[in-house]
């Protein structure tokens, strides 16, 4: 009995070393094969025609995905988390990393026919070269008469009137620039003609739409729409494999650990009127890591180049002597152009009163938040005192900062802000060393999803704010899709959101969703405002900016409505923000956008917008 | 009683156990008296390292002495390492067009190879080839050597407020030192700050009595929960054994930790208090308590005493207590002795999965660890952030096992020797 108990444990140790064993050569031969990978990839390339072809050829993807040529591969990190639900621009949820369509559209597969230039706040020619506006406010955009789909079929105008007419038929999320459009026409082949309506006049409204709209091939989209019966729904959900784009990328593989698209060697914009050459990278290639941290590691490692992720303390690896970089050299290291804000719900009791609302404002210590939770990726709210202006000196110039300075909170006036409330009559009656209001403890949840750790950490310090002062703030932390219910649904008392942030239309935009009345009643879904903030006022004035050109009178009507945000405080802004992360290893690939380098390339991770300019620059570092 | 705690303390692993954890539980409870300073306020920075701040214009203001030491070699040895010397002529043979190659290998010294460097250094020379990562090292490395070599001191000016002109305040000479116990305003983070600017070891302190309290609450509930539904389904049998057995079958089929994580994620943040979690905690640990007192008190039904009291009429509840209870209960202890490791363990996890507590009302460990790790601390070097959390969890861990495996010497009679 024994002597067999001892022998089953040495074969049982034998299968394991064998096992390890054959594991072991097993990912030996992997890496082995993946010269030859490479060089079966170009014949797959070829057209195929039999579905079968078809077939092995997704496989070879698949396989050459595994181990892609890291020379001719830029890895990107922080852009995608999850696996791809579709290729659909007219869906809503794609979870696609080469798929976003806001103000400043991801072109590496769909393009759009501007894009914009956060450096300078000016659209670039893309699908179009440029547009016209007249007198009577009519716009006329002219397209690149060489830009053709991957098919090799010309763009034209009639593409763009379909795109436009989809997404109204559609009712999909860009429908509702057809509040502002009355109709998109083709005047002839390679010139659109947009109209705005005249009731509803609002010219940063369509300018919005140019960067940000993807113009989608009629022939291939109408077949889909054919295809599912046109029925909204189902169009919208579609997956469109057989998606045919015009940017200089396609799609090559995706599953849930990688999204790789692969340089289309055909694409137009090798023409002189557009980049005269093709992107330098032959893939590009999205590794999705399960959360900050093993997409840090990663990146630390060289293993990707591009990161958008946050990434605390980032000078400490350069300090290591790894070779990375940020877009600034220097503290705050990135652009920063949104205000992560902590919206307030002016529909519940307590937080209806200003003094509350203003109280917690003054009591937030802004400066540990900027060096703590921002680990000082951010400019200092005494540099930049508080308004509905981001950072930037173009924004800054919008206000007279002088009428503001008596309204402006510091950050950290605990005493003033207690002053503050009980002056207000909000007092603690009972002795718990909460404060009451109408005879009931004010206590509220500041919310934000679980995991996104600067917001988490800056929420944590505006919870120690209001405990400071009587307020029985606690944090509450949720997934990513409660978060976007609630705050779209208005069920929370506190919750941190990003309201716009550099686009052509802003800060018009944000001032807009930040102050504008919301038709939405309780519970139902509001499109802007998700605080229920109300205020006719601000509402005259947001409808009046758009209309009006004159600068001086500009900058009147800016600083009014900046005198009723720090007055009313709908929601108070908690930190500024970088864009995007735009972090570099330059293990494998140099000559990324630097602010100083002349290029004018934004720190737009190389993706969205202009910035898919700095593809055109790379090059590989020496060994 | 007696008897038993004399036999108890003179096994070795009980009373290591029982030193560690009585040094821990002193700490925690004198450590506050000492440094009466919120643990949760957010004095330093992000993630400083461990030591003594001293204010810098407090330095300039207070008095100072002269001291013969030559600082210019005391700050190269600590400021230029042998890399940065490397990298230094690198640059030099590489990309700089007018230095000699002899001058380069004629600087043997460090000072030699600094002073040459900063005498070439330019940064608008194009480098070529180099990548800009390389190129922002050379320019950080000359902002941090540019005035090493320097031995002239400093003059301290400050902008007059109504005048606007700089005025002198003081000129400092290299040689001029100040005792540190003679500046005003000091601060001591002796295991640095975490990503907050919490002082680590005040938190730590703050945190290990929090888990302790959570640990014993959740051992409490546990064990009273294992112990009560143990002894009426061991002795009474029948129908309630059958159903307390199939219910505890049940939790221990389903691994307790997940429904843990169930329960804290269905309770919501907001209602996530400290203690809440520890309750929660002990709800779903009794099983395995309630079992082993389940098969020790079938073991013990059919004893004569218990039949003895039967006969004489006893009531049910004076049986299992009298009867039956002081038989497990040198087993019952040492199983609620593991039954607060794992709940501080349990706590510990839930909050490193962000199911925890709320941060800004209590510290525990678990959430140390969890914001350590939010802001990847093992990544940027800063040890103190995570390191004492872990040793403090391990310390108390392991003096409860050591105690429990002391027990069980003393009272196992299959271990006793």
């Not at chain 1, 490479?38 to 390339?45: C, L, N, V």
């Not at chain 1, 409660?482 to 686009?503: C, H, P, Q, R």
């Not at chain 2, 043997?108 to 080839?129: C, N």
Request: charged share 20%; aromatic share 10%.
């Amino acid at each position: 009995m024994k002597r067999s108990k001892h022998l089953t444990a040495i074969l049982l140790v034998m299968i394991l070393t064998v096992t390890s064993l054959f594991a072991g050569c097993g990912k030996k031969n992997t890496t082995d094969t993946s010269a030859d990978a490479t060089t079966s990839e170009a014949t797959t390339t070829e057209p195929t025609q039999a579905a079968t072809q078809t077939e092995t050829a997704s496989q070879d993807a698949a396989g050459v995905a595994a181990s892609l040529p890291r020379e001719e591969t830029l890895y990107f990190a922080g852009q995608q988390w999850g696996a791809i639900n579709d290729y659909n621009p007219f869906s809503s949820n794609s979870n696609n990393w080469w798929i976003e369509q806001n103000d400043d559209a991801r072109v590496m597969v769909y393009e759009t026919l501007f894009m914009y230039n956060q450096n300078d706040g000016k659209l670039y020619g893309l699908l179009a070269t440029d547009y016209e506006q007249s007198d009577d406010g009519v716009f006329t955009i002219h397209l690149n008469k060489d830009a053709h789909w991957s098919d090799g079929t010309t763009v034209t105008a009639e593409d763009v009137v379909y795109t436009f007419d989809a997404h109204k038929r559609l009712e999909t999320n860009q429908s509702s620039m057809w509040t502002y459009i009355d109709s998109v026409e083709a005047s002839d082949a390679s010139t659109v003609v947009i109209t705005p309506n005249k009731e509803n006049y609002n010219p940063l409204k369509i300018l919005e739409v140019l960067p940000k709209l993807y113009i989608v091939n009629k022939a291939q989209m109408s077949q889909l729409e054919a295809d599912n019966g046109n029925d909204k729904d189902k169009i919208k959900t579609a997956k469109n494999e057989n998606l045919i784009a015009s940017g200089p990328y396609k799609p090559y593989y995706d599953d849930e650990t990688k999204v790789v698209v692969i340089r289309d060697d055909n694409y137009w914009g090798q023409a002189d009127s557009m980049w005269g050459k093709l992107p330098v990278p032959k893939y590009l290639a999205h590794n999705i890591y399960i959360d900050n941290n093993a997409g840090a590691v990663a990146f630390e490692q060289g293993e990707v180049d591009m990161s958008q992720q946050f990434m605390s303390e980032v000078w400490k690896m350069w300090e290591d002597d790894k070779p990375v970089s940020t877009y600034l050299d220097e503290s705050p290291y990135y652009e920063c152009v949104s205000l992560p804000s902590a919206i307030f719900n002016v529909t519940k009791s307590g937080l209806d009163q200003v003094a509350v609302r203003k109280a917690l404002a003054m009591a937030t210590d802004y400066e540990q938040i900027a060096t703590t939770a921002m680990s000082g990726y951010t400019p200092l709210m005494s540099d930049s005192p508080p308004a509905l202006m981001n950072p930037t000196d173009t924004e800054r110039a919008l206000i007279d900062e002088a009428q503001l300075k008596d309204l402006q909170w510091q950050g950290k006036q605990v005493d003033e802000a207690k002053a503050l409330l009980d002056e207000a009559g909000i007092k603690d009656t009972d002795g718990d060393g909460y404060r009451e209001y109408k005879g009931k403890k004010i206590e509220f949840t500041v919310q934000c999803p679980s995991g996104w750790t600067d917001w988490n950490s800056a929420l944590e310090m505006v919870a120690a704010a209001g405990q400071a002062i009587g307020l029985d703030v606690t944090t509450l932390w949720t997934t990513a899709a409660e978060w976007t219910t609630n705050y779209l649904t208005g069920n929370f008392d506190v919750i941190m959101y990003t309201y716009a942030g550099a686009s052509i239309s802003n800060p018009w935009t944000r001032c807009f969703q930040t102050m504008h009345s919301t038709p939405a009643k309780d519970g139902e879904n509001a499109s802007w405002n998700y605080g229920r903030y109300n205020n006719p006022e601000a509402d005259k004035i947001i409808d009046e900016i758009p209309t009006v050109t004159e600068e001086a009178k500009l900058k009147e009507l800016y600083t009014k409505l900046n005198k009723i945000y720090l007055t009313d405080l709908p929601c108070f802004a908690l930190m500024y923000r970088p864009g995007l992360f735009h972090t570099v290893n330059e293990s494998v690939w140099t000559g990324f956008p630097q602010a100083d380098d002349g290029s004018n390339v934004p720190p737009t991770v190389l993706t969205d917008g202009y910035g898919i300019a700095g593809l055109y620059n790379l090059t590989l570092a020496a060994k | 009683m007696k008897y038993q705690l004399q036999l108890v303390f003179k096994s070795q692993k009980f009373v290591t156990g029982f030193v560690i954890f009585a040094a821990v539980f002193l700490l925690i409870l004198f450590y506050p008296l000492l440094v009466t300073k919120n643990p949760l306020e957010m004095t330093g920075g992000l993630f400083y390292k461990p030591g003594t701040y001293v204010s810098v214009t407090d330095a300039v203001d207070t008095q100072s002495y002269k001291i013969n030491k030559d600082v210019v070699t005391g700050k190269l040895t600590k400021s230029v390492t042998a890399e940065e010397q490397q990298l230094m002529r690198d640059w030099l043979l590489n990309y700089c067009p007018e230095v000699k190659p002899e001058e380069v290998s004629d600087a043997k010294k460090a000072y030699d190879i600094i002073e040459l460097w900063l005498q070439y250094y330019d940064k608008t020379v194009e480098m070529e080839g180099a990548t800009k990562a390389v190129k922002n090292q050379y320019v950080r490395l000359y902002d941090k050597v540019e005035n090493i070599l320097e031995s002239e001191g400093y003059i301290v000016s400050r902008k007059n407020a109504e005048t606007g002109e700089m005025e002198e305040v003081a000129a400092i000479e290299t040689k001029e030192f100040v005792n540190v116990k003679d500046i005003p305003n000091r601060v001591t983070f002796p295991l640095g700050t975490d990503n907050f600017g919490r002082d680590v070891l005040t938190e730590l302190v703050a945190a290990t009595r929090t888990s302790l309290k959570i640990g014993l609450l959740a051992g409490t509930v546990a064990t009273a929960i294992g112990l009560t539904l143990g002894l009426l389904a061991g002795y009474v049998g029948g129908m309630i054994d059958n159903v307390i057995t199939f219910i505890t079958n049940m939790f221990t089929v389903i691994p307790s930790f997940i429904i843990l994580i169930l329960i804290a994620s269905g309770l919501g943040q907001a209602g996530r208090g400290a203690m809440l979690v520890a309750v929660v905690i002990g709800f779903t640990s009794w099983p395995w308590t309630c079992r082993s007192v389940r098969a020790q008190t079938i073991s013990l039904r059919n004893r004569d005493h218990v039949n003895l009291s039967k006969l004489s009429g006893h009531s049910l509840p004076r049986i299992v207590l009298t009867d039956i209870l002081p038989y497990v209960a040198s087993y019952v202890v040492m199983a609620y002795i593991l039954q607060i490791a794992s709940g501080i363990l349990s706590e510990a996890q839930l909050s490193m999965i962000g199911l925890g507590p709320s941060t800004n009302k209590v510290a525990t460990l678990g959430l140390m660890m969890n914001w350590a790790m939010q802001f990847q601390a093992p990544l940027s070097g800063a040890w103190w952030a995570f390191i004492p959390v872990v040793l403090s969890i391990a310390m108390i861990s392991f003096s409860l096992n050591l105690m429990n495996t002391g027990l069980d010497q003393v009272f196992n009679p299959q271990l006793r020797e």
